[in-house]
């Protein structure tokens, strides 16, 4: 562990700021000193980054295939090492640990797979007409990677989510470079996860400048890179001030970029009354599961619940609040993630119409005590300060007195990823309204299940109205993310020597054309 | 012929703003009265809007498909009385206008057939599987319209990029309402196509609201629109100035939300040194009649002509302007477009570095003198105001001393919607940078043609980096033009009953799924 920024392949500490992460089970700093990059290695870091884009689109799909593949293999290798630190720098879990190494490394095969089957390009062909007057000209278009793109890690996800996460692997299995603001969290994490990045850049030949790794504990450098004009797109995952901030930002640039900021979301869940009264065991169970995962840091944990007052709900709160605060407090991301959970929390709670249930006792520090928060529906509707994210193992529950009053709630609500209706075919029929109003509110709609454990595949959409993220019609979660770093270029009677071999006339690449 | 507002629909008239279009050929006022829309009158399109979205989608692509293909019907039905408005609004030639028209109907034929087909939601689907620890869901996902969708008129495309021009019927086509700011300088066309598709919406009975006029000669009515909480998207054509303005509203909103604005593009060419010698008579006559097109009033006009300075560069140059001067001048869309041609084009002209050709004689009110200007290589490089669009029959030539100097040139370009790069394949092969910087810049490239005539076919791409337009990823032409107002909603483990048709297990629609 150096401590240093990978500008390219060079390891490089300029500056004099600097910085160490912190263990928040142990309550104390980690060792490493991490060097803040300065102005010039942010400078070359992107014009490594410019020129890399250039030589990169040289390169066979099956080449860049085998570099992210090697990433993975890398990864596998190395995970030992790399959960002990993560483990330091976040207070979760080791077996947490594990299953985010796993999706990281099965996020770096799809997109691998995709590079080498190199399906995902769109490719369109339009044949010439000469016997039309006027001539109908020969056209063809396929995606090409965006530019340089910049990534800020999450922190709550020192892998699937930072370094070589869904935002990285997608930029550069698009074709893009990609320069990682590093979480100042976990950057001992991001260290070691950018080495094998970049020694699998080397040992398959990739332009110096196709990823680089900078440090940063304030907002200077993030600043700096989205508004450098080499920078075509940003990804990030992580709160609605600084996810709109970026996005502010590059929309005011001389020219402006997209920014894909995967931000704040309560995930509301509705729970349908008929359908309530049986299964008031099963799912009290599976929400205080899904409430308290990875202490209720995850931007999918459901902080919202909907119900019908009744006996049913009572007894559903009752168990929900049991399971949930029978379980072991865990220690949260980092001391300020904690207080700042502890504010947000304490924010609600002092509303006196909010009625509230907190795990008790004496706790280690930078634990977060599970709580659920219950408020009627009419109250809730008067204040809608009540909707806002409370990062952490908490929910609110909203017990109205109808459907009708849950749809009038569910009416009010800002864009969210997911939605979850709990209820049998019947009921939901009967309350089609639910459905309709959320669709409309939400990225993801889970039937009779938790928001929580984000499948990665083709068909999972992460992204929803705004402020859950910048950009609905984008996913950050599985391969369809990777059109968010793309764009189409059209060849107009392009001599077919001269055409990439997507689009040459025999197909050599025999891939999936759309053509006419 | 009412000069009211259709607000759904009802005509409407409650302000007290009026303005009258204007006939540039014979200079005056066209008779009848426009009135400007209130926010009274804004507020009720929108809300409109946002309940027939809600209908909308309840809709059949059947019906959607035939409300589109009745739009064409009953535009053909009123050709000649468009037609003559058209005339009487925008000084274009009746044959233009009949190309237009056919465009136009074109594209709700094409759109029409793709609603129908309903093969363009990107359906994919993955399966349970119950053995797989966690369980893995089943997840569905399909396209869906954005909502209420604003759109604004070019000047210079009074039907094909107007009322129901591509904005708008790609916006239908993914079901999303529209609200029309009608342009200013030819709202009577506007009324006359805004009567047709209202026609064909009760017709076919679609929702009041599915689509609104509004008139206005300022830029109130289209910023009130564009901050209306309830618009979820916006297409522009026109002037980087107000496209700009119209995307920093959008993105300064509490919920920010898309524009695709196709703004300016002085649409490069690169003429070959050695393949030019054989060609001058051919692509000084493709490009003569390339410029002087609908009084260079297409946003794809070439602007900017690099070529090699050479014999033949000068005979290219000579025939150019002989060819360019020789053809009759033509009245330009309006007065304001008129003398901003003219004031744009003396800024060009006044510097002493500057050589220029200008259509001599008397010429009548608003009519844009054709005019071709020379530049070296080396003094262009050195003033990049030189780049800036001269909108009207402009075009600059920059001679350069070598191909290296083209490519010094072409590095400093801004986007740009095309670029054409004109000779034999040996010689393009020999200069692959002048493609490969190209490429960066533009969003279609076109081989030994003109950038004018944009095809409207699923391989073409309208639309490049900024500031041709605000998102390159997205073509303002052609059915892919759709995606810009839909976004992905994923179903996880929703019963079957619950689905849209397009994603139930059964394949009811016998549809194309990507499903694994």
């Known amino acids: ?16 700021r600097t910085f160490q992460t912190f263990n928040p089970v142990e309550n104390s700093y980690n060792e490493t000193i991490f060097v803040e990059a300065v102005s010039q290695e942010i400078e070359e870091a992107v014009l490594l980054a410019s020129n890399a884009f250039e030589e990169f689109k040289g390169i066979s799909h099956f080449k860049k295939a085998a570099f992210l593949s090697r990433i993975a293999e890398l990864l596998t290798e190395k995970e030992d090492v790399i959960l002990q630190r993560y483990i330091r720098e976040s207070g979760l879990s080791y077996e947490r640990g594990k299953i985010e190494m796993k999706r990281t490394i099965f996020q770096l095969t799809s997109f691998s797979e995709l590079v080498k089957e190199n399906n995902w390009r769109e490719l369109s062909i339009d044949l010439a007409d000469d016997s039309r007057i006027p001539l109908k000209p020969d056209l063809r278009k396929m995606l090409f990677g965006i530019g340089p793109v910049v990534v800020f890690g ?39 996860v950018a080495n094998c990045v970049l020694q699998a850049a080397k040992e398959t030949e990739m332009p110096n400048g196709i990823f680089s790794n900078l440090n940063a504990e304030g907002f200077e450098v993030g600043v700096a890179l989205v508004n450098h004009p080499l920078v075509k797109a940003v990804g990030f995952t992580g709160s609605i001030k600084g996810g709109r901030a970026l996005f502010d930002i590059a929309n005011q640039r001389p020219e402006p970029i997209p920014v894909f900021a995967e931000m704040g979301s309560v995930n509301p869940v509705v729970l349908l009354p008929k359908s309530l009264e049986p299964k008031v065991d099963e799912w009290s169970t599976m929400y205080a599961d899904s409430i308290s995962a990875s202490c209720g840091q995850f931007c999918t944990n459901p902080g919202l619940l909907f119900c019908v007052k009744s006996n049913a709900s009572d007894e559903f709160v009752e168990q929900l609040t049991k399971k949930l605060l029978q379980k072991d407090a865990q220690t949260m991301l980092h001391p300020s993630i904690h207080s700042s959970f502890e504010r947000l929390k304490t924010e609600r709670l002092e509303d006196e119409a909010v009625r509230y249930f907190e795990k008790e ?13 219950l408020v009627s529906g009419k109250h809730y509707q008067n204040n809608p300060n009540l909707e806002e994210e409370v990062f952490g193992p908490f929910s609110l529950v909203v017990e109205c007195e109808s459907v009708n009053e849950i749809i009038a709630c569910l009416k009010k609500l800002n864009g969210q990823l997911t939605a979850s209706v709990l209820g049998k075919v019947d009921e939901v029929n009967e309350h089609l309204d639910v459905v309709k109003v959320l669709q409309n509110k939400v ?19 992460h992204g929803g109205p705004y402020p859950a993220s910048t950009d609905a019609r984008f996913t950050a979660v599985g391969i369809d993310s990777i059109k968010r770093f793309a764009r189409p270029i059209a060849f107009q009677n392009c001599p077919d020597e001269l055409l990439p071999g997507e689009l040459k006339h025999s197909n050599p690449l025999n891939l999936v054309r759309r053509e006419k």
Do not use: W
């Open 443 to 461: 990225g993801r709609i889970v039937f009779n299940g938790v928001p929580t454990g984000v499948e990665v595949c083709p068909s999972m959409h």
């Open 361 to 373: 006792g004496e706790l280690d520090c930078n634990v977060g005590r599970q709580t659920i928060a």
């Open 154 to 192: 999450a922190s709550n996800f020192p892998l699937a989510y930072s370094t070589i996460g869904g935002d990285s692997v997608s930029a550069l299995a698009a074709g893009c470079p990609v320069i990682v603001k590093s979480h100042p969290l976990h950057a001992g994490t991001g260290e070691l």
């Open 1 to 16: 562990m150096t401590g240093k920024n990978s500008v390219g392949y060079k390891l490089s500490a300029l500056g004099t």
